[in-house]
């Protein structure tokens, strides 16, 4: 994947990995583990591939459950 | 304070499906003329494990519990078939008078080394890449426990897998004190946290990972002005990975009351030592059995449940627990835990093998060389990745389904990249790990 990377790109490339569908957008107030079924695991590799992407490790600070909390620590710069 | 165990007094608490079971219920099932026994038993429900698992103690019977994560391959691998699963014999049941007795009967025959018939089958992955049969009596199960009149109003917290070694541990020392056992083993840790307190357990034992997603789940409480400390919880147990002081102090803070320990335990040698602080001591039946070499913890043959198909653990009668120990003092013998298992992954409590993933990547069409390895990770604490030297340039996501229909869930890299060369030398954990 050469284009820039969103939460939103990387989330899908977390669900294609298991072969579901991916979504087409995320809201603030969408939740990863009851809307998207996301389990610990998959928490894991979010967290991992969000850290290559941006540098940041989301969950360093605390649980995030939601779409919108994450997006809040992600640094600004990105796009 | 209640004196005695009684009938009506819960002994399994699912919060997630309301599932209650009562003293009084698992001694009627075991005091049945004949019963239907499953001599092998993939539990669906945590609390089929436990309820197994007790009544296999109470009628004296063997049983071996399967792991419902284990893929199909693996199943077959350790002789779980599905004839071996589905086989029913018809058992008679054993008396008791009472919930009270039935504890202190089989505690009696525990005590005197006369359990009679009962065996523990469980699963441990080995070296050789297949999950290694232990098979254990009580007194290997047991060894640990805290029982007594100051143990009779424990609530205990279930977050362990009840078909491994830990979760076995949990069980029998709720069982014996005549404890409510709540489920948490599995639910997301807002429930967990809430439950701690809307059930009032008092005592947890869980793996560091564990405390570390329950910690974000109060410490982000602490921010909203919500309850984020647990008053009620008086013991707080680590096992299965090595702890940190940072994760001591955090836990002191949300568990003001609560006094922390670490324990060991394995698979292949039940409960072992605790410790108060990170300093590892043998109790006094086990001077002698333990012995510290070049940084090594080994154990004595004699500790150890029997393996499956005479496998020995050793030649020389000292198994060697590759768990690397820093010695802390002679006489006494005192260490403290460096890592556990070494170059064994712990992805959140599950320890890996990476050299039994690498066999199965190898096996994939194409690919010529595989590194698996441990990352740290906020969540699990570790994750598992993966780099493939291949032919082709397979897709990850066909690499990930491949290992998904031969290995555990927790045995699949979830960072697989596909690169020129691997490089060598490098010791397979990321810094820090």
Known sequence: MKSSPSLLSVVNQVLANKRRPAVAALAPDTRLREELGFDSLDLAELTVRLEEAFGVDIFAAGVVGTAGEIEARLPPERK | ?433
């Open chain 2, 1 to 433: 304070m209640k004196a005695l165990t009684e009938d009506a007094d819960c002994l399994w608490l699912d919060p997630a499906t309301g599932v209650r079971v009562t003293y009084g219920e698992l001694r009627e099932q075991a005091g049945l003329d004949e019963l239907e026994w499953r001599p092998w038993l993939c539990p669906e429900t945590p609390g089929e494990a436990v309820l197994g698992l007790l009544t296999a103690l109470l009628i004296g019977q063997e049983l071996t519990l399967v792991d419902a994560d284990l893929s199909a391959e693996e199943a077959r691998a350790v002789g779980a078939t599905q004839e071996r699963l589905a086989e029913v014999r018809r058992v008679p049941g054993r008396r008791f008078e009472s919930a009270a007795t039935m504890i202190d009967r089989i505690r009696e025959e525990w005590k005197a080394g006369v359990a009679a018939g009962f065996r523990l089958t469980l699963f441990t992955s080995g070296s050789t890449g297949l999950p290694k049969q232990v098979t254990h009596r009580l007194d290997g199960l047991a060894r640990m426990l805290r029982l007594g009149e100051r143990h009779r109003e424990d609530v205990w917290g279930l977050a362990y897998n009840p078909t491994h070694i830990a979760g076995v541990q949990v069980i029998l020392q709720a069982f014996f004190n005549g404890n409510v056992l709540v489920h948490l083993f599995g639910l997301e840790p807002a429930k967990v946290w809430s439950e701690v307190s809307l059930a009032g357990i008092s005592h947890l034992s869980a793996t560091p990972s564990f405390y570390r997603m329950l910690l974000a789940v109060a410490e982000a409480k602490s921010n909203s002005n919500e309850a984020s400390i647990a008053c009620g919880v008086r013991a707080i147990t680590l096992g299965g990975e090595r702890s940190d002081e940072g994760l001591r102090l955090r836990l002191a803070a949300c568990f003001p009351a609560a006094k922390i320990r670490n324990v060991y335990a394995s698979t292949e040698a039940g409960a072992l030592f605790a410790s108060e602080g990170d300093i590892f001591t043998l109790s006094t039946d086990l001077v002698g059995k333990v012995r510290i070499v070049d940084g090594e913890l080994q154990v004595a043959s004699a500790l150890l449940g029997e393996f499956a198909g005479g496998v020995a653990a050793s030649t020389d009668g000292w198994y060697r627990t590759g768990d690397t120990v820093e010695l802390v003092s002679n006489e006494p013998l005192r260490w403290r835990i460096m890592s556990r298992q070494r170059d064994w992954v712990n992805v959140g409590g599950h320890k890996v093998n990476p050299a039994e993933v690498e066999a199965v990547l190898l096996a994939y069409p194409g690919v010529r060389e595989a590194r698996v390895y441990g990352r740290d990770n906020s969540v699990l604490g570790q994750i598992l990745c993966a780099e493939v030297v291949a032919a082709s340039t397979p897709e990850e996501v066909d690499l990930r389904t491949y290992l998904a229909e031969r290995l555990q869930g927790a045995k699949v890299p979830r960072l697989i990249r596909v690169v020129d060369r691997i490089a060598r030398g490098r010791t397979g954990k990321q810094a820090g790990a």
